[in-house]
């Protein structure tokens, strides 16, 4: 702000780009129509936890009988290929919305199809709903698998119904969307469904140039203990070979070995090809893109720059905020309750995933900060920073060290383990939950009509009424309501009934009734009587 100010005055004009925009060496090189040729659609399963995303994934796989007699063992690399009658589909082999927002977020369309899974037996679900949103915005066509159909109970007719109402028409009836009802556990019309993708990929026509130089996305990266940094980059056009150069993100490196999903050599990996790649400097992270360059030297060199120019903005992102207004609003509010986390995963891919999901959950009372976020074990460096700046840590499929676990036992630091998004995005509400300051919450006790006002010596002016609903209690938050109008908000000095002091009176019972510091009761008065609860809020 200040910058684009003083450049103002100096007439100057300021372009504010990302570290990751701000590439000034990189020319677009022209798309030659004549050369483009059609590639493998991309697919993502989406759905409801538990409707069978993953084992439909692995079942699709075990489908492919080419890839089966190429031998090898199935590694899970983040995607893979099937075939079908002479045709590629790519799978992202990671199920779930979180990952394809968190691409999504990072600039990666990295998706060309998604499959909507909806068990048979539950119907459409919250994170079905969330699933259709995510591929609207994403302007990605839809594919719907209703899946369990194997299960007495399946319902597939239902589940078209209720689609139907979210604006999924089947095309059977006369909608825009395709339907295949399967069972990831028999296999049961796997193939169609296979069949059904290909054909809504041939209406998107997807091409690409396998000449030009070699581009796409990493889709999942991590440290493999033996082979260093390892990343499955799903090449988006031009043809990735062993022994390019490549930049992805801040991490650069020559490719040493290419693998795909049956831990087989590759040479050469064409669009639509996603190939595990050996030989970076660095763990990229998932959802950045890669383009091969000239050589190791430029790579090198563009990396480098990346990583200064995203180090230089993670500082002044880290630099606490002392802006007036910032401070002036915290005064107003009260503090803003804050839940700091120490996030730790296996790959890029779930800490981006996770993270992105832990973030969304901050409101505007609650914030959910990020001290740490890195792939890898939890360690003492870990709970050291936990325990000084009060923070929790969050392993996600990693475990902690021998001495973190000790350390964060003997100090009380908050360390929890999952293995399941949900879950921990989950927990993580229910704590920030017990932040919020609970709510308050009114509630009527009763109300009275002033029917005849007495002064009587040392009390002052005491109300004659008649309880027309609940019952008032001495000590009472009591507001008096004159022609719909609050004279009075107080409490209720002294109670009585014939002569006599008591605690409470009940509808339909008359009764007198003093308030504290207040004489001026006229005929006509309605006393309301209420307290104030503390709730426990929820997010
Ligand atoms: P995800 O959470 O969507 O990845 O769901 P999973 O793939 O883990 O499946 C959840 C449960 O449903 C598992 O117990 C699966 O064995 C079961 N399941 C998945 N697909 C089918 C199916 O087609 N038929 C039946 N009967 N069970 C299935």
Redesign the pocket.
Known sequence: EAVTMLAGQAGVDVEIVSPEEEEPEEEEEEIDPSRLRTRPPVVTVM?H????????LDAIRQTDIISGEAGGITQHIGAYQVHQNGNVVTFIDT?GHETFTAMRARGAQVTDIVVL?VAADDGVMPQTVEAIDHARAAGVPIVVAV??V??PEADPIRVRQQLADQGIQTSEWGGDFEFVDV???SGQNLDKLLETILLVAELQELKADPESPARGVAVEAHLDKGRGPVATVLVQRGTLRVGDSLVCGAAHGRVRAMLDEHGQAVEEAPPGRPVQVLGWSSVPAAGDDFRVVEDEKEARRIAQDREARVRAAEQVAAAPAVRLEDVLAQVREGQVAELKIILKADTQGSLEALADALEKLSTEEVRVRMLRRSVGAITASDVDLAQADEAIIIGFNVRPDAIAREVAEREGVDLRLYTVIYRAVDEVRQALSGLLKPEEQEARLGEAQVRATFRVPRLGVVAGCYVTSGTITRGNRIRLVRDGTVVYDGRVASIRRFKDDVREVQEGFECGIGLENYQDIKEGDVLEAYEVREVARSL
């Open positions: 759905g936890v538990d409707h069978g995303k993953t084992l439909l199920p899974v899946n369990k194997d299960k069972s990831a556990k």
